[in-house]
């Protein structure tokens, strides 16, 4: 069903005579109708969700901010929920997984569901006997592992690995929405003071990254524009998870040495190790990408931050921007390619569209960029490797491969220690793995970090 008309008298308003838009929202149901048809775009077409929420904006222009941010919402939620939410339906069409998503993550009565899907206006067609009687009696208590923590059945067995036990609360906690966290950019304010001067955010200090804020969100889990605040266009802040600050904070980069931010992308880690650094030593960030850095110039500017940015040119043939750097570098923070599960509170569409063979291919990426930092570092420097994967393969079995690659000239510093040196929060709530640490919506209330760290023999 295509949404064509307003909650408010009728048609379509004139925008210039009514200056007081709010007038115009789409009524719930409505939206739950427009929810319906985005989930079936990207169900047939197999696209991302950003990709068909715009497209929906953009053929039907009358919906305001909010009627996206809300009809967003429902769409991101029913991906979190896509197979249990089915499972409980007894089907998978889009609108059964809206209806069982009602039930299970927004906790929705049979009555109250039964008023929304009215098939008055533009409300969904009213419920059918059997939608009735899946809500009211649907259950997960029967439901395999991967289908109650909605996730592809494919890569329980690595999850299942890494969580033991805890594996059905983890899946939970990585079903549900991720906050909002900033980190304050310490080179302009320190955290104190940009508390201080962000009151009308209402923000919290994050419980273990040492400049971390936390943003409340709205009803429909949204948060507000921040990247049109003043504060943050004056460089006060960036946005990042509290995981990705901590994953910074764990490289333990000093001021004055000389560190390669080897998969820079557009900056996040680049921006938080200026700031260690205190803008003192030689920063150089870099990426595999040029696209993917083309942003990093103007975060530099707005963070007062100081980096050497060495784009690759020439396609394949392109020559490597690293050579002169071989052997000498302190640090090397390789944040690498991954198939990011660990950030599936906020992509949650991207785990019903991985597949084995892209997860190969990000096993075959991180070797290369492990090749290529071992080649860079210094002896007695070290390699911070970052992942925001949950999967062994990304992780400890990386780590295993370059090791056995370097043939002993590479030893692990225990994760303890590293974070007994760079982020004593985390001491109590992370689990350590093999070689490295890692982080997790259940344990560490972040997006799922994985870092463990490299140290060239002298
Ligand atoms: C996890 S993202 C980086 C995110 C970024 N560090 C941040 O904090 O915003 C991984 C990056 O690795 C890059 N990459 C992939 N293969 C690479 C390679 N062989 N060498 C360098 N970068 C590579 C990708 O283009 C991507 O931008």
Not at 38 to 44: K, R, S, W
Not at 362 to 390: F, H, K, M, N, W
Not at 406 to 425: C, E, F, R
Not at 428 to 433: A, G, I, W, Y
Request: one cysteine or more; a neutral charge.
């Amino acid at each position: 069903m295509r949404i064509k008309a307003w909650s408010h008298r009728g048609g379509a308003p004139d925008r210039s005579r009514f200056p007081n838009l709010e007038d115009f929202v789409l009524t719930p149901p409505a939206r739950l109708s427009a929810a319906i048809e985005v989930l079936a775009d990207i169900a047939e077409r197999r696209r991302p969700a950003a990709d068909a929420l715009k497209d929906w904006g953009l053929a039907h222009r009358f919906a305001g901010s909010g009627d996206r941010a809300a009809i967003a919402s429902l769409v991101y939620d029913a991906l979190r929920r896509r197979a249990s939410a089915a499972w409980v339906m007894g089907e998978d069409t889009p609108r059964a997984v809206l209806i069982g998503m009602l039930r299970l993550q927004h906790g929705l009565a049979a009555p109250t569901i039964a008023g929304l899907f009215s098939g008055e206006r533009f409300a969904p067609d009213p419920l059918t006997d059997a939608e009735r009687r899946a809500i009211a009696e649907g259950s997960l208590t029967d439901a395999p592992a991967h289908v109650a923590g909605d996730v592809p059945d494919w890569i329980l067995p690595s999850l299942s690995h890494l969580f033991g036990d805890a594996l059905l609360d983890e899946l939970r906690a990585l079903g549900r929405r991720a906050p909002l966290d900033i980190r304050i950019n310490t080179l302009k304010r320190d955290r104190e003071t940009a508390l201080a001067g962000l009151t009308h955010l209402a923000p919290e200090i994050t419980p273990l990254a040492p400049n971390g804020l936390r943003i409340p969100l709205g009803e429909d889990g949204r948060g507000p524009a921040l990247h049109v605040e003043p504060e943050f266009l004056d460089g006060w802040y960036e946005i990042q998870d509290e995981g990705s600050q901590l994953a910074g904070a764990l490289s333990g980069v000093r001021p004055g040495e000389t560190v390669v931010d080897l998969c820079a992308g557009g900056g996040g880690k680049t921006l938080a190790i200026a700031a260690m650094m205190q803008n003192r030593g030689r920063l150089i960030a870099t990426d595999d990408d040029p696209r993917r850095l083309a942003p990093i110039h103007d975060r530099l500017r707005r963070a007062g931050a100081e980096a050497e940015i060495r784009t690759p040119r020439g396609g394949r043939a392109r020559a490597d921007v690293l050579g002169d750097l071989d052997g000498t570098v302190d640090r090397v923070v390789v944040d690498a390619p991954c198939t990011g599960t660990g950030t599936w509170r906020r992509n949650p569409d991207a785990k019903w569209r991985l597949r084995l063979g892209s997860l190969s291919a990000r096993v075959a990426d991180q070797a290369e960029v492990l090749d290529r930092a071992l080649r860079l570092v210094r002896p007695g420097g070290r390699i911070t490797y970052i992942t925001c994967s949950l999967l062994r393969e990304e992780n400890d079995a990386a780590i295993n491969g370059i090791l056995a690659r370097a043939d002993g000239a590479l030893t692990i510093l225990p994760a303890g220690s590293v974070i007994a040196d760079h982020a004593q929060g985390l001491a109590d709530s992370v689990r350590l793995t093999e070689h490295g640490l890692q982080m997790s919506p259940a344990l560490t209330g972040t997006d799922g970090f994985y870092v463990a760290t490299l140290e060239r023999r002298g």
